[in-house]
């Protein structure tokens, strides 16, 4: 290796050049000197909890990171920021690409800021790695709400497992309201189980639909359509009124066919255009009555209860999982076993055993 590619530093980082030492040398003093400190954790939560958006979007940044020093100091600053959270509504909204859950977050968010309500809106996309996260180029999307400063918007972290993803938009949401976010929206895209995962940790789930040709149930998932607490037919402006409302019958039978949900809540169905901005309030009364009904029965605090439960099986899970797919025996192995399995030459189950077996025998 020649002295030019000793990469020792980020100084050092075009191969092929090397710059001049004495420069370099009073260049990292000097970037060094000038480098900001990084805030520690009793800061970043004061400032959470004083509402600062700097210190509110590294305390995401915080949380997003797999770096080890950062999972402790984001556990310290999400343990902090605990006690001053919850006290919001969280809503998950889904649907499929286009039917306009961006120009819908958009107008119904600057409408929530205009009633007075702080808005954050992340997303859960796992896909996201790819595209870097489906809010960020969205933001052309959200020309009002970005400007806001009664909102937030952050893109999906993007990320690695759905489970990963899940994780960091939970503490999020916690930080996030901890620094007095009192309507948290969480975006998620309809296919895969990225729905299942944002139902587990909002207060309301809204299904966006568009009306379609006639047949409007043919292709929706029915588990979607079991956690809807509202089924909102987008798009109902010009042409398009009438086959909206059409729609909006033939989903309001479908729900009635469903058993009655723990919530007691009765799942509505309405119309809106996120253009005109027409029934844009209706949606929020809905939301706003579901809040008081379930305040009331007392449904509302016992399922954020559940879900924190369930989050933190979800958690030992997952990280169990990752431990055993990432020990270098366990990946020597499974390949090999995989095949063996797929030719009958040893049983799933046995094959499974002998992992397992040499994952607890190096674990112990
Ligand atoms: N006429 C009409 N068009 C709408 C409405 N809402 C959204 N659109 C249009 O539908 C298209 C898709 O809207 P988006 O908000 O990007 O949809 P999305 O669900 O966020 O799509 P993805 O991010 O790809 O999942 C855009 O061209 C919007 O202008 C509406 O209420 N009425
Ligand atoms: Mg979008």
């Known amino acids: 290796m020649s002295a030019s590619e000793k990469r020792s530093g980020s100084l050092h980082e075009k191969a092929g050049i090397s710059p001049p030492e004495i420069t370099n040398v009073t260049a990292i003093r000097q970037i060094k000197k000038n480098r900001r400190q990084q805030p520690s954790s009793s800061e970043l939560i004061e400032g959470v909890l004083l509402g600062n958006i700097t210190a509110l979007s590294r305390a995401i940044t915080l949380v997003e990171s797999t770096n080890q020093e950062h999972v402790a100091k984001a556990n310290e600053v999400v343990n902090g920021c ?31 800021t205009h009633l007075g309500k702080k808005v954050a809106v992340l997303a859960v996309d796992p896909s996201s790695s790819i595209s870097h996260g489906s809010i960020l180029g969205d933001k052309t999307r959200m020309e009002e709400l970005v400007k806001d400063e009664n909102a937030f918007i952050r893109p999906s972290a993007s990320g690695d497992t759905l489970g990963g993803v899940a994780r960091k938009t939970r503490e999020s949401i916690i930080l996030c309201e901890a620094a007095g976010f009192d309507t948290i929206v969480i975006e998620t895209v309809g296919v895969g189980q990225s729905e299942t995962a944002v139902h587990s940790m909002v207060d309301f789930f809204l299904l966006l639909k568009i009306s379609g040709a006639g047949d409007e149930l043919q292709g929706i998932k029915r588990g979607i359509m079991e956690m809807a607490d ?66 009331a029965s007392g449904f509302f605090q016992e399922r954020r209860k559940e879900q924190n439960q369930f989050w933190m099986m979800e958690t030992i899970n997952e990280q169990l999982r990752l431990n055993f797919y990432n020990q270098p025996e366990i990946i ?25 077996e040499l994952y607890f025998r190096d674990t112990k």
Do not use: M
């Not at 809503?91 to 859950?101: A, H, M, Q, R, S």
């Open 332 to 356: 020597a192995q499974l390949e090999q076993n995989k095949k063996a399995v797929q030719n009958d030459e040893i049983s799933p189950f046995a094959a499974a055993q002998n992992l397992l």
């Open 230 to 295: 509202a089924i909102v037919i987008n798009k109902a402006d010009g042409d398009n009124i009438k086959k909206a409302n059409q729609a909006k019958l033939e989903f309001n039978r479908a729900l009635h066919l469903f058993p009655p949900k723990k919530s007691n809540w009765q799942p509505k169905v309405t119309t809106c255009s996120a253009v005109t901005k027409d029934g844009i309030s209706e949606i929020w009364n809905t939301i706003s009555d579901y809040t008081e009904a379930t305040t």
């Open 82 to 112: 605990l006690p001053h959270a919850n006290r919001s509504i969280r809503i998950g909204i889904t649907g499929v690409p286009g039917v306009g859950k961006s120009t819908f977050i958009e107008t119904f968010g600057s409408y929530l």
